[in-house]
């Protein structure tokens, strides 16, 4: 079981870059893919970026080349690095598998806004 815990909100102007990181609570995290998800306003929430028990990663054609999903198994985090952000990339940000399962939940997210 997983449930994430995002690291706190942020504002700031297109072209920014930020650092959102997700502490995964629940066993044996090193052995789980886990994914940073992000709804916008009025939208559903979609998988953005997803990271395999390797290290090998995927992301969706939005933010290819501008986000990067990396690890850190040894601390159970996950992390999402966010660079030249456009104000679509508003939204809240959470961390959990990709799907979730059974029992897994849903952490607050992170409020990233994007506006000049």
């Known amino acids: 079981q997983v449930q994430g815990v995002e690291s706190g909100g942020a504002w700031g102007q297109p072209g920014g870059a930020w650092r959102r990181s997700c502490a995964a609570s629940g066993r044996n995290f090193r052995l789980h893919v886990m994914g940073w998800y992000r709804q916008a306003p009025g939208k559903q929430r979609e998988l953005g970026a997803t990271?395999?028990?390797?290290?090998?990663?995927h992301y969706v054609y939005s933010v290819t080349e501008r986000f990067t999903i990396s690890r850190d198994n040894a601390k159970n985090a996950a992390y999402l690095q966010m660079n030249s952000l456009k104000p679509e990339d508003t939204a809240v940000y959470y961390c959990?598998?990709?799907?979730?399962?059974?029992?897994?939940?849903w952490g607050q997210g992170t409020q990233v806004t994007v506006s000049s």
């Open positions: 959990n598998r990709p799907p979730p399962r059974p029992g897994d939940s």
């Open positions: 990271i395999t028990t390797g290290g090998s990663t």
